[in-house]
Each structure stands twice: as C-alpha cells, then as structure tokens.
C-alpha cells in the first residue's frame, strides 16, 4: 500500500530561517538531538519537499523555534503567546511515515517533540 501523499505548509523562507536559528541556539544546546550542519544541508537542498518525514522534523523545529520569536506570524490568528507554532504543529500531529531512510527523521522528530515538552 502506497502512503497517500502529504502536502506540507512551511513558513515563508525567511520566518523558517528565523525558527530554525532560534531553535539550534536556545533548544538544542540543552536537548542535542539535532546535527545542524547535516540538518541545514538537507534543508538547503530542500528535502522536506521530497521526504514527509523530514518535513515533518522541520516542522518541528519551527514549533520549537516559535516559543522563543517575536514574529507575530508564529501565532494563530487572533491568539496569544500560547498559540506559537501551534500551525506547525497540527500538521505534524498524528502523523508517522515510517519508510527506509526516514526513520532516522522520524526518531528525531519524536525526540524534538519531546524537548518542547522538557524545556
């Protein structure tokens, strides 16, 4: 049986490139569960276009990252500070892809979960 095929909402480039540098500089550190130059190079040639799994860990990030943004795009419309990343979330939620290659992505998005819960 073929996985049905997943559509993806990222945030805009630079917003990504904000989450993602909030998350490896005040998440990370404290909760290693992510190689960044790996995690940047795959994002750079835009993997989690082409693999669930890793849209799903970026995702992730980006709901880690929000915590600490002042963008008011990280929240829901018309929500307070609570709501941040919470759109990000939702896609990820409920959702495991397990093929091949992917399980490493599929650990980590579950270990990056798990830090937003710890910090």
């Known amino acids: ?15 990504l490139q904000e989450l993602v540098s909030l998350y490896f500089e005040r998440q990370n550190p404290y909760f290693p569960v992510l190689h960044r130059p790996t995690f940047m190079g795959l994002l750079a040639k835009g993997r ?8 799903f860990l ?9 915590r ?12 307070g500070p ?7 979330f939702d896609q990820v ?3 495991v892809i397990h093929t091949g290659s992917s399980r ?3 650990l980590q998005c579950t270990c990056v979960r798990k830090g937003h819960l710890l910090c």
């Not at 049986?1 to 917003?15: A, C, G, N, Q, Y």
């Not at 970026?58 to 929000?66: D, E």
Request: glycine share 8%; charged share 15%; net charge negative.
């Open 48 to 55: 989690q276009f082409l693999d669930t799994s890793f849209g």
């Open 82 to 88: 609570q709501s941040a990343g919470w759109y990000w």
């Open 93 to 95: 939620r409920g959702h």
């Open 104 to 106: 490493l992505f599929n």
């Open 1 to 15: 049986m073929t996985p049905k095929h997943i559509v993806l909402d990222f945030p805009p480039s630079e917003l």
């Open 58 to 66: 970026v995702l992730q990030v980006c709901v880690n990252g929000a």
């Open 68 to 79: 600490y943004s002042a963008d008011p795009r990280v929240l829901l419309p018309g929500e």
